[in-house]
């Protein structure tokens, strides 16, 4: 889990490897909770998409919140189920289309 602690413009990067088995149990079922809440979005994510473009949406406790900045959607979603730890953000672009994201480069010669 990646959580913002202050504002800072380059912020340090610390990495460490977690052995202690009670933080390594509460991380799989978070990751537990996240897929429960990725799995009701996929199976309904053809209503959710159609109903809600332009808006951003937050799945937590396997229910659906929207609004129109994602720290209200948090935040509602928060509100309503604040144990639960997996919860989904999204943004619902305002049109559907296909999207390309591709890096240009160059290739040398042969």
């Known amino acids: 889990m ?10 340090p990067l610390t990495m460490s490897v977690v052995t202690d088995a009670a933080e390594l149990e509460s991380l799989r079922a978070q990751m537990v909770r996240l ?20 808006k951003y949406i937050a799945i937590a406790g396997q229910e659906l919140f ?13 509100a309503a189920h604040p144990t639960d730890d997996g919860v989904l953000t999204q943004y619902i672009p305002r ?3 296909a ?12």
């Open 2 to 11: 990646i959580r913002a602690i202050e504002q800072v413009e380059n912020p």
């Open 35 to 54: 897929a429960l809440n990725s799995a009701w979005l996929q199976a309904r994510a053809a209503e959710v998409y159609s109903r809600h473009r332009g």
């Open 66 to 78: 929207v609004a129109d900045t994602v720290q209200a959607a948090m935040a509602l979603a928060q």
């Open 95 to 97: 049109r559907s289309g």
């Open 99 to 110: 999207r390309i994201y591709a890096h240009r480069r160059f290739l040398a010669g042969l």
